[in-house]
């Protein structure tokens, strides 16, 4: 017999005791810009065992305004803004070169925390799109190389011949450009950090940009 959905969703818990930690966090001990708090928070996540820590939905929107997410690799944060890749003419491609706005949402339930991230997008020049996919593994190489995302496939036949074809270059010509591979930029707008806790007085503090510094302010969970 088929598993109630209804059932199996009222017998689940987040932040389970036995894999999760909840630890204090102060607002009023952060610092003046959000990356330095990212960097900690990003580093203690790892330390934490969290699995693939650098995964994040990204929310993007079409030319309609319709919104659409999925999940990418962060790439790099820095003083010029949080960064992920893709190709140009991929669907999430379209969108930002339709409506370069975008949100990010990293979420560690190992430690409670969440940290959102939203702010107009931008292209970093080829050459470094191409030194970005260069310093990755053969694997990103070859699935750039394969290309066509987003696009109506045929059949896995026909995926498996390009890919396999996409290896063998990525292997021989590991130095080969990928004309349409972005490395895109948010440069962020707002930057919300999210603490869980136990007894549901969870601890939301936004940073937003004012052009001039950023301005730190706490939120109701």
């Not at 199996?8 to 708090?37: C, E, G, I, N, Y």
Request: with cysteine; charged share 25%; aromatic share 8%.
């Amino acid at each position: 017999m088929a598993t109630d959905l209804h059932e199996l969703l009222r017998s689940l818990r987040v932040w389970d005791p036995q894999v999760t930690q909840l630890p204090h966090f102060d607002p009023a001990t952060a610092p003046a810009a959000p990356l330095p708090l990212f960097t900690e928070w990003f580093a203690a996540a790892v330390a934490a065992g969290q699995t693939e820590p650098h995964t994040v939905s990204l929310a993007t929107s079409d030319e309609s305004g319709l919104p659409d997410v999925r999940i990418v690799m962060l790439h790099g944060a820095d003083e010029t803004g949080w960064s992920f890749a893709s190709h140009a003419g991929s669907r999430k491609g379209r969108h930002l070169g339709a409506r370069p706005y975008a949100a990010l949402c990293f979420y560690w339930p190992v430690l409670g925390r969440q940290v959102r991230v939203r702010g107009p997008v931008s292209s970093a020049p080829s050459e470094e799109a191409q030194g970005d996919l260069h310093a990755r593994s053969t694997g990103a190489l070859a699935a750039a190389l394969t290309g066509r995302q987003s696009e109506i496939l045929g059949s896995v036949e026909e995926m498996a011949r390009a890919s396999e074809a996409a290896w063998e270059r990525a292997r021989s010509e590991p130095e080969t450009p990928v004309a349409s591979w972005t490395l895109y930029r948010l440069r962020p707008d707002e930057v919300e950090f999210f603490q869980g806790d136990e007894a549901r007085r969870h601890v939301r503090l936004r940073y937003r940009n004012t052009g001039q510094e950023w301005t730190r302010e706490l939120l109701w969970p």
